[in-house]
């Protein structure tokens, strides 16, 4: 489970952590709690984002059989959606194709 939001006597609120099997955060307000989360979601986010960015940059496929090339995304949209809407997504990306 990692961590379990508990209410203290005082009304406030603490984390236990059931990875240390104790108290990580103190007489913390739901506000507290959240900023601290979004925090800890933020930073998990960049490290994904980071990774997969890593990945492209040396010629990996980080959604494997799923990833695609620019072409092969163009010519995708080209397909569901339409030459115009295709060269739309192409001119928005890279305006020297204008």
């Not at 007489?27 to 930073?43: L, S, T």
């Not at 980080?62 to 809407?85: R, V």
Request: charged share 30%; glycine share 4%; with cysteine.
């Amino acid at each position: 489970m990692g961590r379990q939001i508990i209410k203290q006597p005082n009304g406030r609120y603490c984390i236990f952590s059931s990875i240390v099997d104790n108290v990580t955060h103190y007489n913390m307000e739901p506000k507290d709690i959240i900023k601290e989360w979004v925090k800890d979601e933020a930073e998990a986010v960049a490290k994904r984002v980071n990774l997969v960015i890593e990945r492209l940059s040396s010629g990996e496929k980080p959604y494997s059989q799923f990833t695609k090339s620019f072409d092969e995304m163009i010519n995708l949209i080209m397909e569901i959606h339409g030459d115009k809407e295709a060269d739309n997504v192409s001119k928005m990306i890279d305006p020297q194709n204008e």
